[in-house]
Nanobody, 125 residues
């Protein structure tokens, strides 16, 4: 079992920055791959970034590539999503997720077994 808790969401003006955190606990060795996803009102959940726990492999969606970056703090068992140049289209609930699948990274929602409760990001113009 893996437990995920996100934080760091909030309201920011267009062009601003935010850093989301995801504290990971439990049997983290069972989840070699992680992901950040988001869901805007009335829309399907979509992948933002997927990455191996070691960060040796990362993949970003076209919508955020070059503006968002993932990182981690091993001592705190925490993954981060640093977001820059935020746009109104980035407004969504953001979720951290963990996958027990090994091998190639997957952007598919159903490849992820554990999810956090989400943290809201609102970007105003």
């Amino acid at each position: 079992q893996v437990h995920l808790v996100e934080s760091g969401g909030g309201s920011v003006q267009s062009g601003g920055s935010l850093r989301l955190s995801c504290v990971v606990s439990g049997r983290t060795s069972d989840s070699p791959n992680m992901g950040w996803f988001r869901q805007a009102p009335g829309k399907a959940r979509e992948f933002v970034a997927v990455f191996s726990w070691s960060l040796s492999t990362t993949r970003y969606s076209a919508a955020v590539k070059g503006r968002f970056a993932v990182s981690r703090d091993n001592a705190k068992n925490t993954m981060y999503l640093q977001m820059h140049s935020l746009k109104s289209g980035d407004t969504a609930a953001y979720f951290c997720a963990a996958s027990t699948l090994r091998g190639a990274l997957s952007t598919a929602i159903d490849a992820y077994d554990y999810w956090g409760q989400g943290t809201q990001v609102t970007v105003s113009t």
